[in-house]
């Protein structure tokens, strides 16, 4: 599942990430984000990993600007990003 979390530290809103199993137990949660909103929009999984469209206002030029986060693996690591939110590499 995917959607915001406000994360409770005063800033904008960050991408927000749960992942259960098929019972329904919570078994991992993960935010992504900056100073500004982010949201999430939609989802997709493929094998292990899991892909995010979203919008981003922390990156970027500093509006709501579309992004594609790879969540890669069970584990729920994102690539190393880079300057501006880019993934490195």
């Keep these: 599942m995917a959607g915001e979390s406000d994360g409770g530290g005063g800033e904008g809103l960050d991408i927000a990430l749960l992942r259960y199993t098929a019972d329904g137990d919570l078994i991992g949660a993960r935010t992504w984000g900056g100073p500004e909103h982010d949201g999430a ?5 493929r094998g292990g ?3 995010i469209a979203g919008k981003t206002a922390s990156f970027g030029e500093g509006q709501d600007e579309a992004i594609l ?6 584990d729920g690591r994102f690539p190393e990003m880079g300057p501006g939110g880019a993934p490195e590499g």
């Excluded at 986060?69 to 069970?74: I, K, M, S």
């Design 41 to 45: 929009l939609g989802i997709a999984h």
């Design 49 to 51: 990993d899991i892909y």
């Design 69 to 74: 986060l790879h969540v890669v693996g069970p």
